[in-house]
C-alpha cells in the first residue's frame, strides 16, 4: 500500500483511539469505584443504548473481516456463519436474556450458584468463562494483525506483531480505568461507525452492478474460478463425510454459543430490569439482523470486482478482502477515492477490534476477580479488593491474548470465533439451561456439565487439523491429528450436557426444591432480582 493509505488509516485510526481513551478518562474521573459500577456500569443503561453496545460487542473481526472474507473464498458455504451468527439471537431472545438478568449479578456463575454450593460452582464456571473469552481474544488479535500487514504491504512482520502487542494495551487500559460505563460507550461509538461504513460499502457494491443482485451473483462466480458451484453448497463443507460433519458441528456451535458467551451474558445486567434486557436483544437482532444482509453483499462484491485470487494473496485466510474490496470501489490503488475509503474502512476495522477486546477482558477479569478470586479466598471478598484483582487479571489476560494472537496469526478470525463457540456452547449452555430449566440439577451436575463439555472441547481442538497435520496448521510441521473435524462442537455438545446429566443422577446430594422454586419465580418476575 502506497504511504498515502497508511498515513491516512493511521490518523484516522489514531483519531478513534484519542476519542476512546478520552471517554475512558473522563469516565474513570466520574466513577465511584463500586464492583456494581465496574462490572455494570451501574445498571444506568436504556435498553437503545445497551443494544447498540451489544451489537458493538458482538460484530466483531470476525463478522467485518473473518465472514467477508469466507464468503469471497467460498460463496454460499461462507454464509453458513452469517446464519449461524444471527439465528443465534434467537435462542438469546427466549430462553436467556430476561431470565440471566433476573437470576445473576455480573456473571455466569451468579446464576448457577445461586442454588447450588458456590465455591466448586463458581470455579468451574469463572475457568470456562475465561478459557472462553481467551479464545474469542486471539480471534481479534489475528485480525489487527491482518490489517496492519495489509496497511504496510505485507513486508513488516515486526510490525504486525507490536500492532497485536498495541492493542492489547489498549484493551487494558480501557478496561482498568473505565470497567463497564467506559467500555460500553466505545462499543456503541463502534456500532455506529460499523454500520455507517457497511451501509456505504454496500451501497457503492450496488451501484457498480446498477441493483441487479443477479448479476452480482454472477460476476462473483464468474469471477472465483468455480462457476455456479461457488452458488451452491459444498465448495468448502461438501467434499467427503467428515466436511459435512463439520458443516454440522460449526452450525451447532454458531447457533447455540452465543448464549453461553460470557461478555454477551455480562451485558444483560447493565440494564434496570429484565425487560429492558429483553428490549436490549430486540435492538441487538435488528442491527446485527441489518449487519449480516450486508455481509452477503460485501462477501460476493469482493469475490465480484476484487476476485478470490488477489484475497488470497493478500491474506491466505481471507481476513482483508473488505479492505481491498473498499480499495477498489474508491477509484484503485493509486486514487484519491481509493486511498480515502480503504483508510477509513480500515479505521472502523481496528475500532472493531478495540471495542470487541475491551468487552471480551472486561468479562474475563470479572470472572477472575468475581468468581476464582472470591471463590478460592477463605472469606468472601471485600466489592474494593475484589474490583482491584479485576483490573489485576485484565493485564494477565492481555498477555495471554497477545501471545496466542501472535502464534495463531495465519488463520481466519471467524474461524477462530467458531471455536470460542463451540467452548462456550459446550461448557457454559448446558449448566445454565439446566440450572434454569431442571428441578433436580445439583452441585455435581452443575461442576460436571461445565467440566465435561470444557475438556473435551479443548483435547478435541488440540488434536485436530487446526493445531497440526496440514499446511494450514498452527504447527504446520507436527502431526498429532486423531480427531477429523475442525471444530468440535458435534461431540463436545451433548458431551457437557450428557456430563451434566450423569453428574446430577448419580449423586448422593438432594437437589434444593425450595432454592429451585426461589430460582424459578425470580426468573420469571424479577422479585429479588438485584
Not at 483511539?17 to 473522563?26: C, F, S, Y
Not at 463458581?122 to 480471534?139: E, F, M, P
Not at 494477565?396 to 495463531?408: C, F, T
Not at 480427531?483 to 448422593?508: D, E
Request: net charge positive; with cysteine.
Amino acid at each position: 500500500m502506497s504511504g498515502n493509505h497508511q498515513t491516512l488509516a493511521l490518523l484516522l485510526f489514531s483519531a478513534f483511539v484519542v476519542v476512546t481513551l478520552a471517554i475512558t478518562t473522563w469516565v474513570s474521573r466520574n466513577r465511584h469505584g463500586s464492583a456494581e459500577e465496574f462490572y455494570a456500569g451501574g445498571r444506568l443503561f436504556s435498553p437503545m443504548e445497551n443494544g447498540f453496545a451489544i451489537s458493538g460487542d458482538y460484530m466483531s473481526a470476525a463478522s467485518f473481516l473473518g465472514v467477508t472474507g469466507l464468503i469471497a473464498l467460498f460463496g454460499y458455504d461462507g454464509l453458513l456463519y452469517v446464519v449461524g451468527f444471527l439465528v443465534a439471537w434467537l435462542v438469546v431472545l427466549f430462553l436467556v436474556a430476561e431470565l440471566v438478568r433476573n437470576c445473576g449479578r455480573f456473571t455466569l456463575a451468579d446464576v448457577v450458584a445461586s442454588r447450588m454450593s458456590e465455591r466448586p460452582v463458581r470455579i468451574a464456571a469463572g475457568t470456562s468463562s475465561v478459557t472462553v473469552s481467551v479464545l474469542y481474544l486471539v480471534a481479534q488479535m489475528v485480525g489487527a494483525g491482518s490489517l496492519v500487514a495489509l496497511l504496510l504491504g505485507g513486508t513488516s512482520e515486526a510490525a504486525r506483531n507490536w500492532t497485536v502487542i498495541g492493542v492489547g494495551a489498549l484493551m487494558v487500559i480501557y478496561v482498568s480505568m473505565g470497567g463497564m460505563r467506559a467500555t460500553t460507550w466505545i462499543q456503541i461509538v463502534k456500532a455506529v461507525l460499523l454500520m455507517g461504513g457497511a451501509i456505504a460499502l454496500t451501497v457503492l457494491v450496488l451501484v457498480r452492478f446498477h441493483g441487479d443482485f443477479n448479476q452480482l451473483l454472477r460476476s462473483a462466480a464468474d469471477r472465483s474460478g468455480h462457476g455456479d458451484a461457488f452458488l451452491a453448497p459444498g465448495l468448502r463443507y461438501g467434499g467427503d463425510w467428515t466436511a459435512r460433519f463439520d458443516f454440522i458441528s460449526l452450525g451447532l456451535a454458531l447457533v447455540l454459543g452465543t448464549a453461553g458467551l460470557p461478555h454477551i451474558l455480562s451485558r444483560f445486567y447493565t440494564v434496570p430490569t429484565a425487560r429492558a434486557a429483553r428490549r436490549s436483544v430486540v435492538w441487538a437482532i435488528g442491527l446485527i439482523g441489518s449487519f449480516y444482509l450486508m455481509t452477503f453483499v460485501l462477501g460476493f462484491g469482493a469475490a465480484a470486482i476484487v476476485g478470490p485470487e488477489a484475497v488470497r494473496g493478500s491474506n491466505a485466510a481471507g481476513n482483508t478482502a473488505v479492505p481491498l474490496l473498499a480499495l477498489d470501489l474508491g477509484g484503485g490503488a493509486n486514487s484519491t477515492g481509493g486511498t480515502v475509503l480503504f483508510a477509513i474502512v480500515a479505521a472502523i476495522a481496528f475500532a472493531t477490534i478495540l471495542a470487541v477486546v475491551a468487552g471480551i477482558t472486561l468479562a474475563s477479569s470479572a470472572s477472575v476477580a468475581h468468581d476464582l478470586y472470591a471463590s478460592l479466598r477463605r472469606r468472601r471478598a471485600k466489592p474494593r479488593s475484589e474490583v482491584a484483582v479485576a483490573r489485576t487479571a485484565a493485564v494477565g489476560i492481555g498477555v495471554v491474548a497477545i501471545a496466542l494472537g501472535l502464534l495463531a496469526r495465519d488463520l481466519n478470525v471467524a474461524f477462530l470465533v467458531g471455536l470460542a463457540f463451540a467452548v462456550a456452547a459446550s461448557a457454559n449452555l448446558p449448566v445454565l439451561l439446566y440450572s434454569l430449566f431442571w428441578r433436580g440439577f445439583t452441585t455435581r451436575g452443575a461442576v460436571w456439565a461445565v467440566y465435561g463439555g470444557l475438556v473435551p472441547a479443548l483435547v478435541l481442538v488440540l488434536l485436530s487439523p487446526v493445531v497440526s497435520g496440514s499446511p494450514e496448521s498452527l504447527f504446520p510441521s507436527a502431526d498429532f491429528q486423531y480427531f477429523p473435524l475442525q471444530n468440535p462442537g458435534l461431540v463436545s455438545i451433548p458431551l457437557g450436557f450428557l456430563a451434566g446429566w450423569l453428574g446430577t443422577v448419580t449423586s448422593a446430594e438432594p437437589p434444593d426444591e425450595a432454592k429451585h422454586a426461589e430460582t424459578e419465580v425470580r426468573s420469571l418476575t424479577g422479585a429479588g432480582a438485584v
